[in-house]
């Protein structure tokens, strides 16, 4: 029993599970502000188009991370002759659902991304040995346009105040991942710089590094949320919650200073903690 459990926590840990999560947190918390109502098909859609994605990039790359995330490489070669049948079956899974909810712009949209996904470790990784830091730019522009989701969905007429909150938004998640992206790359950075790959990490080196995030995530959360209240009439208050998610940043931080690994799997986590904050205010406010 002990070592099934075991194998579940690390499958949920290392098989992109809680990353996938933290993508239908986002889908979650755009659907929040745009008030339109959220279901399953939408949830397991934004989940089966990150999945697949993020099993090809895992495997992709699996020798270069066994120095430096050697637990992860050791469960994920545990089925990696299975990979092609797992991937396969994810993006026919997708297809299978599309088809079910019979959106066309919602396909052509989700097949997009899954191409764009796929490219990632083949080409687009790559451009970083020109361009300083170009990869987390990409992936946070990735989960940034997950916020349309809900929209192609269920498409509907959307006020000036809707539009400006979907804006704050994508650009609170763009500037988060962007920081969470360049904290990760704090663990490879032997294996960037083997790459000639241009991380944050790899030139300014790892002290340095958790200096300038501690102060990034601070000012980005901070600025944009007090910029949002300002400026949007009828701004959730729910929202304020995720002023919490800076001092969770500093934890994962500072875990991640003192060598232990669990810092980088708290931070990969992040958007999954936004709808729980967000569902925290609703309850409290509900009761009060």
């Given at each position: 029993m002990k070592r099934t459990l075991s194998l579940i926590w690390k499958e949920f840990i290392y098989g992109g599970h809680?990353?996938?999560l933290g993508v239908l947190g986002i889908?979650?918390?755009s659907s929040f502000l745009l008030d339109i109502k959220i279901s399953w098909e939408i949830l397991l859609l934004a989940y089966l188009i990150f999945y697949p994605i993020y099993i090809n990039d895992r495997l992709r790359w699996i020798e270069l991370d066994e120095s430096t995330n050697l637990e992860r490489t050791k469960h994920l070669k545990g089925y990696l002759p299975l990979a092609p049948k797992i991937?396969?079956?994810s993006v026919l899974a997708l297809a299978v659902l599309l088809i079910y909810i019979g959106n066309l712009k919602l396909a052509v949209f989700s097949f997009a991304l899954l191409l764009l996904g796929f490219l990632y470790p083949f080409y687009f990784k790559n451009l970083t040995k020109k361009i300083v830091a170009f990869k987390n730019f990409y992936v946070a522009a990735f989960f940034t346009i997950i916020t349309l989701l809900p929209?192609?969905?269920?498409?509907?007429?959307?006020?000036?105040?809707s539009i400006i909150l979907l804006t704050s938004l994508m650009l609170l998640i763009f500037s988060k991942t962007v920081l969470m992206q360049i904290f990760l790359d704090c663990k490879d950075i032997d294996n960037d710089?083997?790459?000639?790959?241009?991380?944050?990490p790899a030139l300014i080196g790892k002290e340095k590094t958790l200096a300038f995030l501690k102060i990034g995530s601070a000012f980005?959360?901070?600025?944009?949320?007090?910029?949002?209240?300002?400026?949007i009439r009828d701004f959730p208050l729910q929202m304020l919650m995720l002023f919490l998610v800076v001092p969770f940043n500093f934890y994962s931080y500072n875990l991640a200073r003192k060598q232990n690994y669990f810092g980088y799997i708290l931070a990969s986590g992040?958007?999954?903690?936004?709808?729980?904050?967000?569902?925290?205010?609703?309850?409290t406010m509900t009761i009060t």
């Open positions: 809680l990353q996938c889908v979650y918390v991937i396969s079956f929209i192609i969905y269920h498409p509907q007429p959307m006020a000036t105040s710089k083997s790459l000639g790959l241009l991380t944050i980005v959360t901070i600025l944009i949320l007090f910029i949002s209240i300002f400026f992040e958007f999954l903690l936004w709808p729980i904050l967000i569902l925290m205010a609703e309850i």
